[in-house]
């Protein structure tokens, strides 16, 4: 989707360090922020952009993300399931 290395400052947040360099849609939650498209890249109905750092599925969002330290933050498209409950 968008491979780029960018030198930010430490501890920015990380969805404002992504907007350095792509065009990122978000769509702000009480939760945080969710991005929705990157570069006019956007996931079908039944698809989201899911979030990883460093390799591993993120724990939190990219709007709780902090450029504390050298990071590789990738997106991936998944389809959304219903676990029900």
Known sequence: MLENQANVEKGMNC????KIFADVGVKEYSFGAMVESI???????DEFLKL???GK????GISDCKTDK????EWKIDKIRDYGG
Do not use: R, Y
């Not at 570069?39 to 079908?44: C, E, L, M, S, V």
């Open 39 to 45: 570069n006019g890249i956007k996931p079908a109905q």
């Open 15 to 18: 969805l404002d360090a992504m």
């Open 57 to 60: 599925e993120a724990m939190t």
């Open 52 to 54: 990883f750092i460093d």
């Open 70 to 73: 050298s990071i590789a933050v």
